[in-house]
């Protein structure tokens, strides 16, 4: 078990630039969870794969946001024409269904983004 | 609508001393109860869950917590902090088909030597 790894740590840009970030999440895992966390505040969720489908959306993810788990393995997750809105810890996680109710989610480290 | 509340949001302990955080839930169904504990610049750490069973549940780094139904609580207790405890601590419920969790909005655990 190498836990979920993300990268990049930190990314700066402009306003404007895209980004993408990628998430790795553990090998055996099904389910990987994209959130987001702002100073002061507690992980807010994005969006959720179970294999390769991506399953449910929140509405914080606005159509600048597109996600993807191509073979249901890592993921990838990409803001277009970013915002200082976004500036935030994206934070990836991943849990392994069939295990039981409520399997608990292992996070990664998360990538900081700022937008300048 | 399903949310959590962590009331305090900043609390300063001395080393040695008991701690205790608060938690309390809104959940339509039966919910699954957790505490992450996070350092700064870094992801969560699951420190221990609650599905169904004992009320009082172990977790690491000698913490505990307990649910109380009636009072939708799920507070996480420690007799004796060290420094290595502060961090930030979060409680999040989930349940249901996507296991998706509900954060609180976290608290802020300072330890004075």
């Known amino acids: 078990d190498t836990g979920v790894s993300q990268n990049p740590r930190h990314k700066i840009t402009k306003r404007g630039q895209n980004v993408t970030f990628r998430c790795d999440p553990i090998?055996?895992?099904?389910?990987l969870y994209w959130y987001r966390q702002t100073l002061g505040q507690g992980p807010e969720f994005l969006t959720y794969?179970?294999?390769?489908?991506?399953?449910?959306k929140s509405r914080l993810l606005s159509d600048r946001f597109s996600a993807e788990r191509p073979k249901g393995s890592f993921s990838t997750l990409e803001i277009q024409r970013t915002e200082q809105g976004d500036s935030a810890m994206y934070l990836c996680?991943?849990?392994?269904?069939?295990?039981?109710?409520?399997?608990?989610?292992?996070f990664g480290n998360g990538t900081r983004l700022t937008v300048t | 609508a399903q949310s959590v509340t962590q009331p305090d949001i900043h609390i300063t302990v001395s080393e040695g001393a008991s701690l205790e955080l608060r938690c309390n839930y809104s959940y339509g169904a039966t919910p699954y109860l957790f505490w992450y504990v996070q350092s700064p610049g870094q992801g969560l750490q699951l420190l221990l869950k609650?599905?169904?069973?004992?009320?009082l549940v172990q977790g690491i780094k000698g913490f505990e917590a307990e649910f109380k139904r009636s009072q939708s609580s799920f507070n996480l207790r420690k007799p004796s902090v060290h420094w290595s405890d502060a961090a930030e601590y979060f409680c999040a419920v989930g349940g249901g088909a996507t296991n998706k969790l509900i954060f609180g909005t976290g608290t802020l655990l300072a330890v004075q030597p």
């Open positions: 609650y599905f169904s069973g004992d009320t």
């Open positions: 996680a991943s849990s392994l269904t069939g295990t039981g109710v409520g399997s608990p989610l292992h």
């Open positions: 090998s055996e895992h099904n389910r």
């Open positions: 794969f179970q294999n390769e489908a991506q399953l449910e």
